[in-house]
T-cell receptor, first 111, second 114 residues
Framework: DQQVKQNSPSLSVQEGRISILNCDYT??????FLWYKKYPAEGPTFLIS?????DKNEDGRFTVFLNKSAKHLSLHIVPSQPGDSAVYFC??????????FGTGTSLTVIP | DGGITQSPKYLFRKEGQNVTLSCEQN?????MYWYRQDPGQGLRLIYY???????QKGDIAEGYSVSREKKESFPLTVTSAQKNPTAFYLC?????????????FGSGTRLTVV
């Protein structure tokens, strides 16, 4: 049973616009949430994280929003750049013991 | 530079053979993990280890085996019992208790059964 879901397999955005990637989870005990970026034939790289005591975390062009009541997580990329084209995975854990990953969203930023 | 090294990058196996995927880290991380990635399925946990000489099954451990004789190394053996082994395999490591930064991943091994 998938505890972390990314319902959009793909997303296309014009360069300079905002990219919004969504993630839903079912386990209310999750307290750490991460986003990873992955290029083909490479391992995922850590992008940004948030703990359940916050509802927003920002790092440059990347902002993660957490809505605990809705069990929903989103990643905003502003402005989007062609180099952002990759697969983005969200992941969730209970105190970091084991992370559960979503199925990924493939982002294409069109120049 | 610290990191995780997976080898080989590409591996071909005949049906009925066992193969071992290597994973080495020099990050001094206590925990190590093996994930499998299939199209449309995200990352699924095969095995993990939080301490030397101890490891736990993940969600899809059947047909796989691991060992953790050294802190730096966590090899994965794909046995002939694994019915559908063709996939992209990722090794990761982390410091136990530092959830905010998640895992550090290797660059992966693509295994193809021919």
């Amino acid at each position: 049973d998938q505890q972390v879901k990314q319902n959009s397999p793909s997303l296309s955005v014009q360069e300079g616009r905002i990219s919004i990637l969504n993630c839903d989870y079912t386990n209310s005990m999750f307290d750490y949430f991460l986003w990873y970026k992955k290029y083909p034939a490479e391992g995922p790289t850590f992008l940004i994280s948030i703990s359940s005591i916050k509802d927003k975390n920002e790092d440059g062009r990347f902002t993660v929003f957490l809505n605990k009541s809705a069990k929903h997580l989103s990643l905003h990329i502003v402005p989007s750049q062609p180099g952002d084209s990759a697969v983005y995975f969200c992941a969730a854990s209970v105190s970091g013991n084991q992370f559960y990953f979503g199925t990924g969203t493939s982002l294409t930023v069109i120049p | 530079d610290g990191g995780i090294t997976q080898s080989p990058k590409y591996l071909f196996r005949k049906e009925g053979q066992n193969v071992t995927l290597s994973c080495e880290q020099n990050l001094n991380h206590d925990a190590m993990y093996w994930y499998r990635q299939d199209p449309g399925q995200g990352l699924r946990l095969i095995y993990y280890s939080q301490i030397v000489n101890d490891f736990q099954k993940g969600d899809i451990a059947e047909g796989y085996s691991v060992s953790r004789e050294k802190k730096e190394s966590f090899p994965l053996t794909v046995t002939s019992a694994q019915k559908n082994p063709t996939a992209f395999y990722l090794c990761a490591s982390s410091t136990v208790g530092t959830a905010f930064y998640g895992y550090t991943f290797g660059s992966g091994t693509r295994l193809t059964v021919v």
